[in-house]
């Protein structure tokens, strides 16, 4: 059974590591991200972002898919269902669908807004035991092709949205989605020090998770971040992979794989197992490997 993300994030603050929150896109993805979780004893969240949910179907079909693969293949280390960066509908659907976890993402709106619509989401999923995560100023960068300036948030602003009963908690502290610019100044770990004392010893969640040097990773780790938000690394080690297989000659229908050139299973395994690799290696730095031992 998928579970609520409350629970093993609580788990995570209090033994001073993190679980990786790793988005899905597919099949393959979901496999990888499963199956390495269970191989190293690791919580883990597996979401999706709005743009994933309606490339591969819509929300039930997400659910159905890691709900059933989570059972076939009997994963038996806690796993939860999280929709990123949802906006209010969006949100309501994942609820409906099945999900374990949202994000509702009001950070965009006035912060009164935020605050009613974070009440409300926050009342529905909890009567189902759904974990919330609400975010207050906005992480910069590009996903799904909006883009947003990073923010450092406010720690007043984090304590109002910490009361609203949420289960953890989005705080902009510099760290933007994508790949980081050159003259990056790095993450804002004295403003995460602020917020982690003004939030009640909440969970906090750093998006952005591809590019952060490990020594600011682990400082994050240390003052109060349990979730870390990981995408475009997977997004470009599994592309990596999936190129270097074809320029190697491996899908060439005119060489002696002429049949087998063009087996989706061979194409795609390169990209499965890059994605495996890649979230090892996050849960190694996170500290969240035999956690579910
Ligand atoms: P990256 O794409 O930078 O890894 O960030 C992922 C993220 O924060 C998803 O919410």
């Given at each position: 059974m998928l579970v609520s993300a409350a629970e093993m994030l609580k788990k995570a603050k209090a033994g001073h590591y993190a679980v990786g929150h790793f988005n899905t896109n597919n099949l393959e993805w979901t496999k990888a991200i499963l199956t390495t979780a269970e191989e190293l004893k690791s919580p883990v969240i597996i979401s999706v972002s709005m743009g994933a949910g309606k490339y591969m179907g819509g929300y039930t079909v997400v659910a159905a898919l890691v709900k059933s693969m989570h059972d076939s293949l009997k994963i038996s280390v806690p796993v939860a269902l999280h929709l990123d960066h949802g906006n209010y509908d969006a949100a309501l659907a994942c609820i409906d669908a099945g999900f374990t976890s949202v994000m509702?993402?009001?950070?965009?709106?006035?912060l009164e807004e935020n605050v009613e619509k974070t009440k409300t989401i926050v009342k529905l999923a909890h009567s189902k035991g759904i974990s919330v995560e609400a975010e207050v100023g906005a992480i910069g960068g590009t996903e799904d092709g909006i883009t947003a300036d990073g923010e450092v948030a406010d720690p007043k602003d984090c304590a109002l949205m910490a009361s609203l009963g949420i289960d953890f908690l989005a705080a902009g502290i510099g760290n933007i989605h994508g790949i980081y610019p050159a003259d990056w100044t790095g993450l804002h770990i004295d403003v995460l020090n602020d917020i982690n004392a003004a939030t009640n010893n909440i969970p906090l969640v750093l998006h952005?998770?591809?590019?952060?040097?490990d020594d600011q990773i682990r400082a994050a780790i240390k003052n109060g971040v349990s979730k870390i938000n990981v995408n475009t690394d997977c997004q470009l080690v599994f592309a990596e992979a999936t190129i270097a297989y074809c320029a190697a000659g491996?899908?060439?229908?005119?060489?002696?794989?002429?049949?087998?050139?063009?087996?989706p299973r061979k194409l795609l395994k390169p990209g499965y197992e890059a994605i495996k690799a890649k979230v090892k290696e996050k849960m190694e730095l996170f500290g969240s490997v035999g956690k579910a031992a």
């Open positions: 509702f993402d009001g950070s965009s709106l006035p952005g998770g591809t590019g952060i040097p491996k899908a060439d229908p005119s060489g002696d794989n002429k049949e087998k050139g063009y087996d």
